[in-house]
Structure formats: C-alpha cells, structure tokens
C-alpha cells in the first residue's frame, strides 16, 4: 500500500497535531470541533482560548504522555488516517516495511512505540510490528508479550494479522493442533474482509501456513492437497506478494511431487513476482527453492541469495528446505 506522503520516522504529538488542525482547519476549527465532540460533561474548560492554548502545549510534548488534552482528542478525533496507515504499513508481515533491514525495521518500529501512537487505538499495529521482529530473532517469548499488548486490537484486520502471527508461534513450538484451531478462527475473519489486494495477500499467508501443515504431515506430506490449497490463491489477484505465494508453493509442491517442469515455470514467476514488488526477503525464497529444483545453478544462486540475507540482517532466511 502506499503511505500519503507519511514516512515512518516516528510520530510525535507536533506531528499528531500538525495532522488534525490541516484535517479541520486550522487551531480555532479543532478547539471548536473538541468543544462540540465532547459536550459540557466532560470536564474542558469554559474559555475556548484555554482550550487553544493547552492544545498548543500538547503539541509541546513530544513523545511524553498526552495528559488529559491527549486522552480527550485521542478519544474524539482518534488517529488521522495517514498516521493510522503508517501504523497498520509496518505492523504488516505482507508489506514492504517487512522487508527492511531488520535493524532498521525495529528501530523505526521504537519510535513509534511512544505515545500519542502508544496511547492509541493504532499502538495494535506497532506490536504486531514488534511480535514480527521479535520472532524473526528466534525470541518467541518477546514475541507472545507483544501479541499480548495487541490482543484488544478492534480493527479486523489487526486481529487476522494477530491470529497468523500466533498460529506461527503455535506451530513453532510445535502445537500443531492449537495453531490449526488458530488458522480456522483467522480463515473466517478473512472472509469477511472486503475483496481486493489486501484479502488476497491474507488469504495466501492463511493459505500457505495450512499447506505449510500438509508439507510436514506426519507420516507422510500431503503434497496435492497442498497444491489445492494454493491453487485456491487468486492468480489475477493485484497483490504480488499473493501471487508470489501462490507460484512459490506450487513451485515446492510440484518439485516434491516430481514434476521438475512445473517447479522451475512456478519459482521462475516467483523470482519475477518479488522482483517486480521489491521484495527482496521473497526473492531470496524463491532463489533458495530454485538451487534445490536446479542443482547445476545451486553455488551461484545461493551466492545471490546470500548477499541479499546479509543485507536483510535476517538469519531466519538461512536455506532450511527439505
């Protein structure tokens, strides 16, 4: 998704309010619209120029605590839009932030783990951020505390992007029976997303970790119905890291299922597919697939992707195929 001209270098509440004033006008518009917002049981003062003039004190502060002109504005104006997409953009798994250098990533990530954001509806998606963080680093247990912090998360999608992430965690510690009821609970909240790109890339991460299921079945993998289960990915979707995943795993299942043909067309579009979008942490997948389906190319595609992971600052990506 684009960002509306909001770079994620922090939010502050000059920022915070530089926001609402352009929204409603100017410094006299936003005390009026408080004033009528909240009512006269409230507790704001009688002088509107107070009002104006502690408002303008807020904008003062910072990162420091709001106070009570932060509580009454966060709570009658929320978060403006483009702040609030900055947000739900880096506490995203699917978006271009996650693709960042890990340093980088996190440390932007602090900045917005203050308030006015930390005070706010929003502060959901700067966990989640975190959790992700967290466990690209192997410390699941920092990760189960932010999934925690953002556990009274409103927003649908926040809470899908909590139940991929906690499914993750299930399966990872080896509770494959509570990440699947987790994955069922999340499958019906994608549902209910509108139809568009973002649906698509949610319902190709649901997909994936169920088919990710099937690959490591026990006895045996499951590897067509696994095939199904990306196939159901839309292949007209407007989302490359949909279409990615859909070519990526079909390009695994076809390989195991022997079908070197078909594997190498899937993780061919694979590469092309993170390549288009700029996703370098889904292009080093797709490299590291393609050096196990075409040995004789494996040293220099694995020298690719290598100088691409040490970029990325993301061991986790370190070739685990079997």
């Known amino acids: 998704m684009a960002v509306n001209d909001i770079s994620p270098m922090g939010c502050t509440w000059q920022r915070y309010l530089e926001q609402l004033t352009c929204e409603h006008g100017g410094w006299t518009a936003l005390t009026h619209m408080l004033i009528r917002r909240a009512g006269p049981s409230v507790g704001l003062p ?27 504005l966060l709570h009658y104006f929320g978060v403006p839009r483009p702040l609030e997409h900055t947000a739900r953009w880096m506490g995203q ?16 990530l602090w900045l917005w783990d203050r308030p006015p954001i930390a005070e706010s509806s929003a502060a959901c998606w700067i966990h989640l951020g975190l959790a992700s963080v967290a466990l690209r680093r192997g410390d699941l247990e920092g990760a189960r505390l932010r999934l925690v912090r953002a556990s009274g998360a409103t927003q649908l999608a926040a809470q899908i992007e909590s139940a991929l992430l906690e499914a993750r965690l299930e399966m990872d510690a080896g509770q494959a029976a509570r990440a699947d009821e987790v994955l069922t609970r999340a499958q019906s909240q994608i549902a209910l997303l509108p139809s568009d790109g973002e649906r698509d890339c949610y319902h190709a991460r649901w997909a994936d970790q169920r088919a990710y299921h099937l690959i490591h079945a026990q006895p045996e993998a499951r590897l067509s119905q696994a095939a199904r289960l990306y196939r159901s990915i839309d292949a007209r979707s407007p989302a490359s890291f949909a279409l990615f995943r859909r070519d990526h795993g079909l390009a695994y299942c076809h390989w195991k299922l022997g079908d070197r043909d078909r594997a190498l067309r899937h993780v061919r579009a694979a590469i092309e597919r993170a390549g288009d979008a700029g996703l370098l942490r889904l292009r080093v997948m797709a490299l590291q697939l393609l050096a196990h389906i075409e040995p004789r190319e494996a040293r220099r595609l694995r020298r690719r992707a290598d100088r691409i992971v ?5 061991a986790d990506l370190e070739p685990h195929i079997s």
């Open 93 to 108: 798994y699917h978006s271009r932030f996650a693709d960042l250098p890990l340093s980088l990533r996190e440390a932007q």
């Open 310 to 314: 040490a970029e990325l600052e993301q």
């Open 46 to 72: 009688c002088d509107p120029g107070t009002i104006e003039r502690g408002l303008r004190r807020l904008k003062t502060r910072g990162n420091a605590p709001g106070g009570q002109y932060g509580r009454w």
